[in-house]
C-alpha cells in the first residue's frame, strides 16, 4: 500500500462529480477512517458506511485509492467555495469579516469527524500540508474587501499573507485540541477585535 501522503498528495481532479451518490460515498468514507482508519478501510467499510450499493460505489470509484484522494478534494473544495460565499454580498467590511470567521469555525468542526486525527493522524496531516496554500488563497480571496478597510483605516498596507496565515494556522489547531467555547467566541469576535486596533493606530496618526 502507498503512504498515504501519497494519496493525498495526488493531483486535485477538478472534474470530481459530486452527485448526491458520491457525496453520500465521501461522507460515509469520512465516518468509516474515522472509526477504522485508512489502512484498515475496504471499501466494504465505505460502503456500509455510506448506505450506496456496491454497484453505485463501483460506478464512480474503483478502488479505495481513488476515494480517498476524492474525500480531500471534497473537503478541500467545499471550503473554497464555502469561505468565499460567506462573504459575498456583504457590503460593511467587519460584518464580511465576522462572516468569513463563523464560516471557517463552523466548518471545521462539520468536516472533521472527531476521531479521524486520532485514528488516522497521517490522513489529517498529509491533507492539510498539501492543501494549506489553497486554504490561505480561498480565505484571502474572501477578505480582499476587508483588507482594503483596514488599509485604509491604518493608512498602509497590511501584511495580507501574514495575517491569512496566522488565520488559518489558528484555526487549524483546533484539530489537535478541539476549541471550547471560549476559545470560538474569541475566535468569533477577531473581526471587531481587529477594527479596534486598526482605529487606535489610526487616532495615533491624527
Known sequence: ???VAAEIEADPNPDVDLSPSVIRILSGALDAIASRGVKRLSMSDIIDASGVSR????????????????????????????????????????ERFKSVMRFYGRYTVENSPGRVFEVEPAFHLAFFR???GRYKLAVLDALQPTFDHLDGLIGEPLNRDAFVETL?????????IPASDTWNALWNDTAANVEKWALKIAASHN
Open 1 to 3: 500500500m502507498r503512504l
Open 55 to 94: 454497484g453505485t460505489m463501483y460506478r464512480y470509484f474503483s478502488n479505495k485509492d481513488e476515494v480517498l484522494v476524492a474525500v480531500a478534494e471534497f473537503v478541500c473544495v467545499g471550503f473554497e467555495i464555502g469561505v468565499r460565499e460567506a462573504g459575498e454580498g456583504i457590503a460593511d467590511p467587519i
Open 130 to 132: 498539501s492543501r494549506f
Open 168 to 176: 488559518v494556522r489558528t484555526q487549524l489547531s483546533t484539530v489537535l
